[in-house]
């Protein structure tokens, strides 16, 4: 049996010099490498640009302990898993940002480090940044206190004391899984009103009642505390000036999340937040508004931004691409 062909597969080998590359993925979360799984499994010559951070928001996570057959995982050593998992097929891993990206003709063309790399189909999978609120302290102590997901990370906060920064629905989401778990969760918002939906404020409205959420109005954190783990902030009230600290287990800052889509503005449909637009066309529910590119996880999705969900994605758009591969001529 060839290096290329275990259990009845073949797997991708990289392409002819000169050709182009079956499948470019841009991007190496969750998303972008569950991809390279189901494209170099599909034997499609598959390479991937992962950026010279790679691996994603989990990166910056500590334990894991909702990813599906792996309880309290790292989220580094999830993500080296998942890299070995798609290199053990064939993909190649770039570990460079793409420059530029041509979408005009086909085969398409990436710039990555001043070279020239042409595909057949590509999957977007850059994701979205955390809007942190750029403190000192805050950068050092994220997973170590400091999060930006309650779906995440609350367990870890059964019967302790948490903040939550924002006031749009996000931020009373996370407020409201929170409740299930901490002693007090505590709102500070730099204004004195929420932007969050009617519904959402009478949620949290109704956990102050009870005693679960208190809000510190006209506020906002300038510093972060701690050693090994957050301790205490240091919450200043924007009226008066006045600082003063407060000692707090956890912080989860929610005051939103930035598309990674700078490159493919203008080239690709993008919605009003600047998220990737996905238009389904015939069997392709991941394609964008370009036939032969594809997107995954947070780039498109803001609404569950998980691993587990950011991973279907992947499956999804690789499962598509490899279709989409094997159409002489796309039907659109």
């Known amino acids: 049996m060839s290096d290329s062909e275990k259990g009845g597969f073949s797997f991708a080998s990289k392409p002819k010099q000169g050709e182009p590359w079956d499948v470019a993925i841009v991007g190496s979360g969750p998303s972008g490498l569950t991809a390279a799984i189901y494209t170099t499994r599909g034997a499609a010559s598959t390479i991937i640009f992962a950026g010279e951070r790679w691996g994603g928001q989990l990166m910056l996570t500590t334990t894991i302990d909702n990813y599906p057959a792996l309880p309290s995982v790292q989220g580094p050593d999830l993500m080296q898993k998942m890299k070995d ?59 170590r206190g400091v999060s930006s997901c309650a779906p995440c990370d609350a367990p870890f906060f ?23 778990y901490a002693i007090l969760v505590t709102i500070v918002h730099r204004r004195g009103e929420f932007r969050a939906s009617a519904a959402m404020q009478a949620k949290v409205s109704a956990e102050e009642k009870n005693g679960k959420i208190k809000i510190i109005w006209d506020s906002e954190i300038t510093q972060f505390i701690g050693r090994d783990k957050l301790d205490r902030v240091t919450v200043k009230n924007i ?20 598309p990674s889509t700078k490159i493919f503005q203008g080239k690709l449909a993008l919605d009003e937040k600047g998220y990737i637009k996905k238009v389904p066309i015939d069997t392709f529910q991941m394609s964008t508004s370009i036939p032969g590119v594809f997107v995954a996880g947070d780039v498109h999705d803001y609404h569950y931004r998980q691993a587990i969900t950011a991973a279907g994605f992947g499956c999804q758009a690789g499962m598509d691409a490899l279709v989409f591969l094997d159409k002489p001529t796309p039907s659109w």
């Open 239 to 258: 009226k008066d000036g006045k600082e003063r600290e407060v000692a707090i287990d956890g912080v989860f800052v929610a005051i939103g999340h930035v």
């Open 85 to 143: 998992h798609a290199l053990s097929f064939g993909a190649e891993f770039i570990q460079k940002n793409v420059e530029n990206i041509e979408l005009g003709k086909a085969p398409f063309e990436l710039t990555v480090a001043g070279q020239r790399f042409l595909a057949k189909s590509v999957i977007v999978a850059t994701g979205a940044d955390t809007k942190w609120l750029g403190v000192p302290g805050e950068k050092e102590l994220i997973g």
């Open 158 to 180: 059964k019967q302790k004391n948490v903040m939550v920064v924002g006031g749009g629905d996000s931020a009373m989401e996370e407020a409201m899984v929170l409740t299930k």
